[in-house]
């Protein structure tokens, strides 16, 4: 066996977990996408109060659900209601 033969079996070996590793890595994302988008419907089926505890409004659903379907649209939400404490303690702090 050369070195030429033995870099190239070398090499066929070790992309074979690299790409099982991608497959993994993509299926797993896309149960966690599909799982956080039923949780994501569920809030739609809360009242307006109770979206108001957790710091969202209905029109932050309106605006989450508009990310493209392999998105997760909690993302978008935590950001919304995170700009939205920021934005209330910055106004908070300029009153005191």
Do not use: C
Not at 27 to 41: D, E, G, S, V
Not at 60 to 69: K, N, R, S, T
Not at 78 to 95: F, G
């Amino acid at each position: 066996m050369t070195t030429i033969d033995f870099a190239t079996e070398t090499s066929r070996i070790t992309s074979r977990p690299a790409v099982a590793t991608r497959v993994a890595n993509a299926l797993l994302n896309a149960y966690q996408a599909w799982k956080n988008r039923r949780a994501f419907y569920r809030l739609g089926e809360m009242s307006d109060a109770e979206l108001a505890d957790i710091g969202l409004t209905r029109a932050d659903l309106h605006v989450a659900i508009d990310v493209p379907f392999g998105a997760d649209p909690t993302v978008k939400l935590r950001a919304i209601a995170s700009d939205r404490a920021d934005t209330i303690e910055n106004l908070a702090r300029q009153v005191a």
